[in-house]
């Protein structure tokens, strides 16, 4: 009998060994984001994210908001931002942190093998408490593929 709980308990621990952590896809893409220089920045891009990130934070203080178009953003992109949500987060925004005021563009990034370009911007709102920052991931296309927003840290951190 107490062979076979043995070899029962044996079993069951090699059956829940854990597998090796991998790191996802996603992670793996946001960790190899290269710093490259303010000034050799595509200058088109530089417009086409502040502006873009402008007017969706504008939305907060507007309560107006007008959808990207295919030529802006992805498909993806397009969905995900919509009025609704746009509404439910400024709400919450409003209330922790005032009116939207301004952003400053303080670092890009690029992506080698997404030929992706992140463009982090410090953004300034009324209640100056905490820092927020709106990332922006623009593709070879100039479209908008990702728009986040963080807090503020000095070092990006994927």
Known sequence: MKKI??????LL???CKSAKKTILPKEKIKANFEKIDLISASSFQKNR????????LMTCNTSTF????????TPEVIQKITQDKISMTCHQVLRGFG?????????????????????RYQCEYEKKYRIKELQ????QENKITS???TDWKDDYQP
């Open 147 to 149: 728009i986040t927003s």
């Open 99 to 119: 009116k939207f005021i301004d952003m400053k563009l303080k670092e890009v990034r690029y992506n080698e093998d997404t030929k992706i370009t992140l463009f």
């Open 5 to 10: 709980v043995f070899y029962s308990l044996i």
């Open 49 to 56: 994210t502040y502006e873009l990130g402008k007017r969706m």
């Open 13 to 15: 621990f090699i059956s």
């Open 66 to 73: 007008k959808p990207f178009t295919t030529e802006e953003a």
């Open 136 to 139: 922006v991931y623009i593709n």
